[in-house]
């Protein structure tokens, strides 16, 4: 009797595991099929300086972050798929792993957990990894501080300047506005165990998006002591931001309106 029980929940579970790959495949494709709409129709995404990205060998890719969902990097991600016959791994906080649906069309698309090497092996192996420095707070700005950058954090430099990477600098335009942050709500933060949930429209607003591609910054020879090495990585992240803030403001103003 006790084999027949455990063979039914067996079968059960198995039942139950194939429901929910199911359900997750099904939820992957909605998700690509609602990106590429979004992208293609409402977006209206215009992409400028594909020729900047190494066609090979290892680059690190720079952007900046913003928009109350972190939108953007899916956004900037499928883009880089669409146009490059090459992989991008792409270093992403806890969050993006936590729910299911989000967390296998991630890992797909080239999301990696996030840890203190930014990528360091595939860089190693020559490959292309890219970073969003502003981190959450890119994401946490109010609507009135739109397109100003917040402070890089120096990992990415650090890992350039250890592997020899150059930074490819990318402005990302439209996130601000499609995602505008008006607020938060610290209990659904709590609730959802997330460094912030924001207040913001249910779904992204019709806004012109702009992805710019700049030339590749060089890292620097590295150096032998870790100060000098520190010191390297320090001026890389200062020199990466003030790319990364220049397109942001000069692909800002090309746009005739941010909205249709």
Not at 33 to 48: K, N
Request: charged share 25%; with cysteine.
């Amino acid at each position: 009797m006790s084999e027949s029980v455990n063979d039914v929940i067996e079968a059960g579970s198995a039942e139950l595991r194939y429901v929910r790959e199911r359900l997750e495949e099904a939820g992957e494709d909605a998700c690509d099929r609602l990106l590429d709409w979004l992208m293609d129709d409402y977006f209206r995404l215009d992409i400028t300086g594909w020729e900047n990205i190494p066609a090979e060998g290892p680059a690190l890719i720079v952007a900046n972050h913003s928009g109350a969902w972190g939108l953007d990097a899916f956004v900037l991600v499928k883009a880089l798929t669409r146009h490059l016959d090459r992989p991008v791994r792409v270093p992403s906080a806890s969050p993006v792993f936590r729910f299911p649906v989000i967390r296998s069309y991630a890992r797909k698309g080239g999301a990696i957990p996030l840890d203190p090497t930014l990528g360091m092996e595939h860089l190693t192996a020559g490959e292309l990894v890219g970073v969003f420095p502003e981190g959450t707070s890119g994401l946490e700005k109010p609507f009135r501080d739109r397109y100003r950058l917040r402070p890089f954090s120096p990992g990415f430099a650090v890992t350039a300047v250890q592997t020899g990477a150059p930074v490819v600098p990318v402005a990302v335009i439209g996130a601000e506005e499609a995602c505008p942050r008006l607020g938060e709500i610290p209990a659904l933060a709590r609730l959802f165990g997330l460094p912030f949930f924001p207040l913001t429209p249910l779904f992204p607003l019709p806004a012109k998006w702009l992805v710019t591609v700049g030339e590749p910054i060089p890292a620097p020879p590295r150096p032998e002591s870790f100060a000098a090495r520190s010191a390297a990585a320090r001026g890389l992240c200062a020199e990466a931001r003030d790319a990364v803030q220049s397109l942001v403001d000069r692909e800002r103003a090309r746009r005739a309106t941010p909205f249709w």
